[in-house]
């Protein structure tokens, strides 16, 4: 870890960088690296900085109130030296081609945002931000937003309200992205305002597990089924209430994965056959139509048995 200042009331902004001074993997907006705290836990963090820099990589993490080990680490723990195991930059949100662009960010999910906007001013895209946060204390990058005065709009909520979603969605054509990071209220307030308007297209980054229940009509029943893994015939027994991923380590299979709660994709894995429970926070409602890959930490099976391309 290079440095490490505070961005806004609560926000810390790390730079990673190589001990070696090597260069660093290159990534594109939306990527976000695994980092493993001492504890053994794996947290996820967007990278924030500019893709183009291979010699730091930025990353801002928020105090969070319950924080399950990750923030308080970093603002308690981390210094200048500080060596920290992270992991290869993936990409569940990446920036798609479109003919206009309008970004949703809600407190720190202005992380996964941020590198997007020099993208979409280098491609010369029609852009708008639309940032909220619960005080204009607590938003981070506010200087380097200001750049954008003409695209980018500042909505604390203690002095503007809400952010107004309906009014960004009814932006939207048939060729706009929407791209929306923030917490939970939010996802799912811009994912019904685009649900009744049903043009564009919508992509989200969350941190946490989705909600259940509301969109996707309540929780699946709970039983046992079977997974058959192709390149070996193999038949693993599933049960109620345990995850494809833990009867898989159980009987002695090494899969790779890293969050368990279907918010990394690092554990995706392709279905040739059966019809997939999909419970993650990754795939979009056109992918889980689909049913070709599912997040094994997390969804189950509505069929009797499923055929993974293990």
Known sequence: MDTA???????????????????????????????RIPAGQIRQ?????????????????????????GSR???????????????APRNNFPLVAGGSYRLVAGGIG???????????????????????????????FLPELARHPDRVRVLPEDTEGLLPVDDVVAELDADSRLYCCGPEPLLAATERA???????????????PRQLDGLDG????????????????????VRAGQSVLDALDRAGLDVPSSCREGTCASCETTVLDGEVDHRDSVLSQ???????????CVSRAHSERLTLDI
């Open 194 to 208: 685009f649900a009744a308007r049903g043009v564009g297209t919508l992509h989200i980054e969350r941190f946490r």
């Open 5 to 35: 200042t505070l961005a806004a009331e609560n926000v810390l902004v790390v730079a990673l960088v190589d001990p070696r001074g090597e260069a660093l993997e290159t990534w594109a907006p939306g990527a976000h690296v695994d980092i």
């Open 218 to 237: 309540g929780e699946a029943e709970q039983r046992d089924f079977d997974v058959l893994l192709a390149s070996s015939g193999r038949r693993v027994r």
């Open 110 to 140: 202005i992380t996964p945002l941020l590198p997007m906007l020099g993208e979409l001013e280098r491609r010369g895209a029609d852009w708008r931000l639309y940032y909220g946060g619960r005080a204009r204390r607590r938003m981070a």
């Open 286 to 296: 056109e992918e889980r139509a689909t049913g070709s890959t599912m997040m094994i």
């Open 45 to 69: 963090y967007s990278l924030c900085g500019d893709p183009s820099d291979t010699r730091s990589w930025r990353i801002a993490v928020l105090l969070e109130e319950k924080s399950r080990g």
């Open 73 to 87: 680490y970093f603002h308690e723990q981390v210094v200048k030296g500080s060596e920290i195991e992270v992991g």
